[in-house]
């Protein structure tokens, strides 16, 4: 990024960085060179193996039932009542993410302090731990024994923190790159110019940082609506009350009814990509306001 | 950035961890003992709880002629986890699961005869029974299944849903209604009014036990030996033998082209020298002559399994799994999957 990044009044349209899903093709209807054609043949391989194909046959069993099957399958009140409260769990959670993860991003950039190369390998630590792990952690902290005196475990709000933990690093960890690359001379020019604090960050800070901020949103949104092992022991898979759609997914194969938790798996994709699309559309249009 | 690879290199050691610990091969090689054949490796897949066990049999057996000269492949895991592994290509010539149905499902997919209940256990490798455990002292003052019902008492079970395992639970609390001359109408309501109390529905066995430990409910339905396993490790748990309650049958089978070393084996763990290992984790033996003596983690070591005053089975109370898994646990109209639906509205 250079400093012509930073000047969001008018931004043209092919500087936007991060992770623009329907970003442009720099020059329409230009050859690929042999390298390069390679390089993009690679890359489809690759993910087609890895993500394409998986995806196109969770689909495909979801459809095998049918549409009936399917649309029994995910009215079911328990499992409706799971895919609400996961959903409506994830979207909070990210929106605590994008405040307390700039937030933090911030304090590891800008400031300088005792125990910040502490802090930095802390924030990755609930990516390394196994999420079973982070479970039993969770309920002998936040659990019936709290040496904390916070007791969660079994109530709608275990979910919540479960998830909280979880998706912690992605905010932070894609903001703070495009955070440690800002010129900071735009901001003293700002400054110069007789714009407050607050304003220089509103005007200046915010817009450079959107698109990375919405890029860690979809992130930690995506893994949310997915997370199981964290928030297992700590929850108590209470029906209609605590059970999240991981677990409905799971007791659907356990009882070898894999169409079911195929149509589960389908709606929460499908809700994925609909967030995912509308918090890179909401970037784009906020980072045209400026 | 140092702390990336620094996090790539835990995960990295925590992967291969992981690896190494599903799949150790173990071997005993005793110079004194003639192997009566060539080498031979066998797979063993199983439910997670005998792993112990298991390692113990085998230790037996490879002082003997028959099993010197054979390493193991094993796999453990959650047992419906396990089960569908080997139907999708997971190697494995002796399985050993938690419920029947998990057999079954090889037997539909052409892996394991239909015939493979045709020994003096039925099939059965490993039993137990259905428990009630209490706090350390039971200041609830549990004493049997109608105390679970009572306002104010928090009970852990596993979810009948995610855990096979977790159904001898649910059975058992039904069973005991109609086999004590209840209606089926009363054993709904009673069945109800457990859920209804049910603090926290966790995964699997273990997780229960977990959840118990840190802290949840007054009481958790588990299985005798699972109760027996965590006072061997030092929990601080106690537990009631219900007059009626649930026997618990974890069966195990040979895969139809395993080498004849697997059978071998399961006659092996069958014998009395088998089921004292079984014995020793806790569980209940399923041969006559086997020693009990010296067991360890049991309330009362000069009588380590109490006999419970009626004993209900599956085959003879139930009907056997294939009746019972359509009435009480069919994913739209099983009684008890009805029943826990019902139990997060009426709050």
């Known amino acids: 990024m250079t400093s012509e990044t930073l000047t969001p009044t008018r931004p043209s349209r092919s500087w936007r960085p991060g992770s623009g899903l329907f970003r442009r093709e ?66 909070i959670v990210t929106v605590v993410n994008v405040v307390m993860g700039t937030l933090i991003a911030w304090v590891l950039v800008r400031d300088k302090f005792p ?84 304003t220089t960050f509103r005007r200046i800070v915010l817009p450079a940082l959107t698109p990375a901020i919405a890029a860690g949103a979809a992130l930690s949104f995506a893994r949310g609506v997915s997370e199981y092992g ?39 994709l499908a809700i994925s990509l609909v967030v995912i699309v509308a918090v890179d559309v909401l970037q784009r249009r906020l980072v045209r306001r400026g | 950035m140092r702390f990336r690879s620094t996090a790539v290199a835990a995960l990295a050691v925590a992967a291969s961890l992981a690896l190494t610990a599903c799949s150790k091969p173990t071997s005993t090689v005793n110079a004194d003992i003639t192997p009566d054949g060539p080498p031979v490796t066998l797979n063993l897949v199983g439910y997670a709880v005998p792993e112990a066990a298991h390692t113990a049999v085998a230790a037996e057996w490879a002082k003997t002629s028959a099993g010197v000269n054979v390493t193991f492949k094993t796999s453990y895991g959650a047992s419906g986890d396990q089960s569908r592994a080997v139907v999708n290509g997971l190697a494995a010539d002796i399985v050993h699961f938690s419920v029947e149905s998990d057999v079954t499902r090889l037997v539909d997919a052409g892996l394991v005869a239909p015939t493979w209940k045709d020994n003096p256990t039925k099939g059965i490798l490993s039993s137990s029974v259905v428990v009630i455990g209490v706090r350390k002292g039971n200041p609830k003052n549990i004493q049997g299944w109608d105390d679970l019902v009572k306002p104010g008492i928090g009970i852990v079970t596993a979810n009948p849903a995610s855990s096979g395992a977790a159904r001898w639970n649910a059975l058992a609390a039904w069973g005991q209604v109609i086999a004590n001359g209840g209606t089926e109408e009363q054993a709904y309501e009673f069945v109800s009014k457990l859920y209804n109390n049910a603090v926290a529905l966790p995964g699997s066995g273990r997780d229960t036990t977990t959840a118990f430990l840190g802290g949840a409910g007054d009481v958790f339905l588990t299985y005798e030996n699972e109760a027996i396993l965590a006072n061997q490790s030092g929990e601080d748990i106690d537990w009631i033998y219900p007059d009626t309650t649930l026997r618990i049958e974890n069966p195990a089978a040979v895969t139809v082209n395993a080498p004849p070393k697997a059978q071998a084996y399961l006659d092996f763990a069958l014998s009395p020298a088998g089921q004292r290992a079984f014995a020793q984790k806790g569980f209940r033996p399923v041969v006559s002559g086997v020693d009990i003596t010296g067991i360890t983690g049991v309330k009362d070591p000069s009588n380590p ?43």
């Not at chain 1, 904390?148 to 079994?154: F, T, W």
């Open chain 1, 115 to 198: 125990g910040r190369g502490v802090l930095e390998f802390l924030i990755d630590i609930p990516f390394a731990l196994p999420t079973i792990v982070a479970g039993l952690v969770l309920l002998s902290l936040y659990g019936p024994r709290s040496p904390l005196g916070i007791n969660v475990a079994n109530a709608p709000a275990s979910v919540f923190l479960a998830f909280l933990f979880v998706t912690l690093p992605f905010v932070v960890r894609t903001v703070q790159p495009v955070l440690s690359e800002l010129d900071k001379e735009a901001e003293e020019a700002a400054a110069s110019l007789g714009a407050s604090r607050f």
């Open chain 1, 26 to 91: 720099p020059v329409a209807g230009q050859r690929l060179t042999v390298a390069s054609g390679l390089g993009l043949g690679v890359a489809v391989l690759w993910f087609s193996l890895l993500v394409l194909i998986p995806l196109i046959a969770v689909i495909v069993t979801a459809s095998e039932g049918g549409w009936s099957a399917f649309w029994d399958a995910i009215t079911t009140p328990q499992t409706a009542s799971a895919i609400r409260l996961t959903v409506t769990t994830a979207l």
């Open chain 2, 305 to 347: 399994f109490p006999e419970i005053k009626k004993l209900l089975t599956v085959d003879d109370d139930f009907g056997g799994w294939a009746a019972l898994t359509k009435k009480f646990f069919d994913s739209k109209t099983g009684i008890i999957v009805q029943i826990i639906a019902a139990t997060g509205k009426a709050q």
């Open chain 1, 230 to 268: 964290s928030l297992v022991l700590l929850s108590g898979n209470l029906p209609n009350r605590t059970e999240v759609t991981s677990v409905r997914i799971l007791a659907s194969i356990e009882n070898d009814n894999i169409i079911a938790a195929a149509a589960v798996a389908a709606v929460l």
